[in-house]
């Protein structure tokens, strides 16, 4: 049997040179890509009440959503390491936009939503996996944090932007079902053909294999945790990954259902809120995540350390408001979750970034990404649960789990040194 890794030579930087700011446009490409994800977020009240969804349907569109994310996330990342960042950045830009085109359908029937979701969700993946790389990569002079908070920073930005914008339409627009889907259509029909002029940072690997079998060995390869990394992977980045869209989830996809009587005919409007303070909150606090990452003697454990501090008293909060269903205590919980996010995400990059070497940055970002939202699946398992179990047991259950992720976290951070670009074997 073929051996591919004994055939194939390493993807070679492009000829073409790298100008300093270029990595805006990539990051713009991220900025659209987020918006598209998240401008669906607000809208779940909208489809529930105007669509005559149930609950336990609206949860299973932005399931539909982690079903398309989990392939770009682990495909598009390799692919790109071995194929070019450019090509399948604009294939990922592109689906943004025909997914916005297949949801304007959505009116009277779910499975435009349920394909809509489907192919957002592949947009988001190829920009988180994808793009993140490519920032970094074209972020000549800027050190790995700047690179890093670049990245997370745009995709934040386009979740919040994209969220408070469609939920406003949708609020007090015409044709709230459609109407927001077509801004999004405007804003990114551009974004393609700027991403033209973007020099290439990763060439096509010469000498590759053609056979689907040899492909699919490449791509395995590239998504392997380097064995030096393994251990602080399993004990840091593990523990704290699915907490930065499980916290997102609960913030502004559960807390707004459980106070939903609270608000009366404000509930989108509050979904829309909830929305943005969660990832306004995340975008802000961003700068101290690498802060907290850089302090000498800390090892790169104080930042998750501290995400993960911050989600046990977002959880705890929406524990305790399951109980009082308050709209300003469901606030806080918001403000203390999207913290939370904000150091997860880009403390969690920063690990994977120093465990990566050049052949497999995308396809490890792809994993840490896919793992991140894991926890977005938590609303629609709580909306199925909660047939059997009510909200206040299922909400503290979380919030032991959390606490059980702390410990782990705090442990792996003191007990496992730091790995930076490990070598393959």
Known sequence: MLDTHTTQQPAEPAAAPVRPGQWRTVAAAMFVCGWGGNQFTPLLLMY??????????????????????????LL?????????????????TVASILASLVLCFGEHSAWPIYVGRLMTGVAVGIAMAVGSSWVKELSTGADTGAAARRASLCQTAGFGLGAGVAGALA??????????????????????VLLLRIPETRTAVRGAAGSLRALLGELAADLRIPAPARRRFRWVVLPMAPWVFGAAGLA??????????????????????????????????????KKLDSRKGSRGGRAPVAAMS?????????????????????????????????IAVVSGLLEIQRMAGPDDLAGLTGIYYTLAYAGFLLPTVLATLSAWLPYSVMLGAIAVVALACLVLVTVGGRSTQEVSGPART
């Not at 989600?311 to 913290?339: E, H, I, K, Y």
């Open 48 to 73: 529930r009440e105007l669509g005559g969804y149930s609950t336990l349907s609206v949860d299973a569109f932005l399931g539909a959503y982690v079903v398309g994310l989990v392939p770009g996330l």
């Open 76 to 92: 598009a990342g390799p692919i790109s390491d071995r194929r070019g960042r450019r090509p399948v950045m604009i294939a990922g």
């Open 171 to 192: 609020q007090w627009g015409p044709w709230p079902m459609v109407t927001p889907y077509v801004v999004h259509i405007v804003l990114t029909a551009a974004v393609p």
């Open 252 to 289: 502004y996809a559960v807390m707004p259902q459980l106070v939903d009587n609270r608000v009366g005919h404000w509930g989108l409007a509050y979904a829309t809120a909830l929305t943005v303070l969660t990832l306004g909150t995340g975008a802000a606090v961003q700068p101290l995540a």
């Open 310 to 342: 911050v989600m046990l008293l977002g959880t705890v909060l929406c524990a305790v408001n399951s109980a009082v269903l308050s709209p300003w205590l469901a606030a806080a919980a918001a403000v203390a979750l999207g913290a939370g996010y904000g």
